[in-house]
């Protein structure tokens, strides 16, 4: 199992990518950089490559409303030029709240875009001439511009031809695509012990029409991590975060994560928390989540708990760890996960 962490959306990037750096020496496989309607990604990407010389380098998520297919294309493979190969694509189709309200896009057909961006991509990548029909019309036909638009392929020769893509999705039919098409998935607030019974038949159903070709899906998942007799009550800390999500990320009847949370079991809790984290009683939503899905969604505890949490998520598929360390040695935390997994 590999080890991977996430950039954070606040803070200075800079003196965030010095402590990526840091834990690259210590045995980092992959960063993952998040899009919200913060700063871009692939910028922080680029920065990322230019500082480091062997952690992968990953988008988590970009938003496949917020740019042309070909774009999206020419970034990962831009990325992965400067990057010698190190770049993996991370797509999503976030929420209509970001979508709509951030980037004036009307939230439709996601399941049907992704498919058809995932294609559209690989091809680009093969230095194909793209045409396309479908939620995607490229060229554009007569009547919905000026009739001038040509098949084209990418000028530029990629690096790799085939760059991992990876999916952030949650509910049955796109984790359902996601284990038919993508190299990889990025489930969030992901409890092992409860994923089979959540995930196990679209995850069934995507892979009995895998190409073999795309080798075994990878998934990425984890939570905060820290070790230490007297650290439980950091689990306290990933309080905000889950209520962000389960309470913030989205309207009544359209939070996937609120969704989510009442699939593990916590239904009157996800309700309460989207109650007072609506009526902007954050603090409130935060006391809301249940210590049993705090506990559950992350890595805090005793050296011999966090080996148990370990060997969970692994049963439960995990290929790639996902773990924000926190506490006052993030790298001596990274060097102590791998000297578990190796």
């Not at 913060?38 to 010389?53: C, E, V, W």
């Not at 070790?227 to 939070?255: E, F």
């Not at 009683?281 to 011999?304: C, R, S």
Request: net charge negative; glycine share 12%; proline share 6%.
């Amino acid at each position: 199992m590999k080890i991977s962490t996430q950039l954070m959306y606040a803070g200075n990037p800079k003196e965030l990518i010095e402590h990526v750096v840091a834990l690259e020496n210590a045995g980092l496989d992959t960063v993952w950089v998040a899009e919200a309607y913060g700063f871009d990604s692939p910028t922080l990407m680029g920065y990322i490559a230019a500082k480091t010389s062997r952690v992968q380098i990953g988008s988590a998520i970009l938003p496949i409303y917020s740019r042309t297919p070909a774009l999206i294309a020419q970034t990962a493979a831009g990325l992965d030029a400067v990057s010698g190969g190190r770049a993996i694509l991370g797509l999503g189709a976030s929420g209509p709240q970001v979508i709509e309200g951030w980037h004036g896009v009307a939230y439709d057909k996601p399941l049907g875009r992704t498919r058809e961006v995932i294609d559209i991509c690989r091809r680009i990548w093969r230095r194909e001439v793209i045409t396309n029909t479908g939620n995607y019309n490229i060229p554009l036909p007569e009547g919905q511009g000026t009739g001038l638009g040509k098949p084209l392929k990418i000028l530029t020769h990629p690096v790799r031809p085939e760059i991992p893509i990876y999916v952030a999705s949650l509910g049955d039919k796109n984790v359902q695509m996601t284990a038919e098409i993508a190299d990889g998935w990025l489930p969030t607030l992901f409890i092992p012990e409860k994923a089979q019974s959540v995930w196990g038949q679209s995850l069934a159903a995507g892979k009995q029409k895998r190409d073999p070709a795309l080798g075994e899906l990878e998934i990425v998942a984890g939570g905060m991590l820290a070790i230490g007799d007297d650290v439980t009550g950091l689990r306290d800390a990933s309080r905000p975060y889950i209520a962000l999500y389960v309470g913030g990320m989205g309207a009544r009847g359209r939070n996937f994560y609120n969704d989510l949370a009442k699939r593990y079991g916590f239904e009157a809790e996800a309700e309460k928390i989207q109650e007072l984290y609506l009526a902007g009683k954050k603090d409130e939503a935060a006391a809301a989540v249940p210590a049993e899905f705090a506990e559950l969604t992350n890595l805090i505890g005793p050296a011999g708990y966090v080996k148990e949490r370990l060997q969970a998520f692994k049963e439960a598929g995990v290929t790639s760890l996902n773990v924000t360390p926190i506490g006052e040695n993030p790298v001596a935390l990274i060097e102590q996960i791998k000297e578990w997994l190796a």
